[in-house]
Nanobody, 127 residues
Framework: QVHVVESGGGSVQVGGSLRLSCAASGFTNTVRCMAWFRQRPGEEREGVATINIRGGSLYYDASVKGRFTISQDNANAKNTLYLQMNSLTAEDTAMYYC??????????????????WGQGTQVTVSS
């Protein structure tokens, strides 16, 4: 099992930037895919960005493409995932979750594609 903990959320004005971090621990050498999801109140959890840890292939939801960047830092056993978020809008306000999966190298964009989840970090964008 992989344990993931998010950080970096907060409040920012429209047009601002935030960088979310996700620290992974445990059996991190088994992880094949990691992802960021978000969930707005009353809505379903949606995939924002995914990364194949071994091959580096990326996926971005259309709503964030060109504004968000997912990246990983595995140097010195950091095992950290990032989400750089730029040009934030009010629609980006949500709880953001980090997720990891060790079952397949096909990195899906649905919650059921991931088996390890963090507790989430809140991002609030206001005008």
């Amino acid at each position: 099992q992989v344990h993931v903990v998010e950080s970096g959320g907060g409040s920012v004005q429209v047009g601002g930037s935030l960088r979310l971090s996700c620290a992974a621990s445990g059996f991190t050498n088994t992880v094949r895919c990691m992802a960021w999801f978000r969930q707005r109140p009353g809505e379903e959890r949606e995939g924002v960005a995914t990364i194949n840890i071994r091959g580096g292939s990326l996926y971005y939801d259309a709503s964030v493409k060109g504004r968000f960047t997912i990246s990983q830092d595995n140097a010195n056993a950091k095992n950290t995932l990032y989400l750089q978020m730029n040009s934030l809008t009010a629609e980006d306000t949500a709880m953001y979750y980090c997720a990891a999966d060790s079952r397949t190298f096909w990195c899906g964009r649905w919650p059921n594609d991931y088996n390890d989840w963090g507790q989430g970090t809140q991002v609030t964008v206001s005008s």
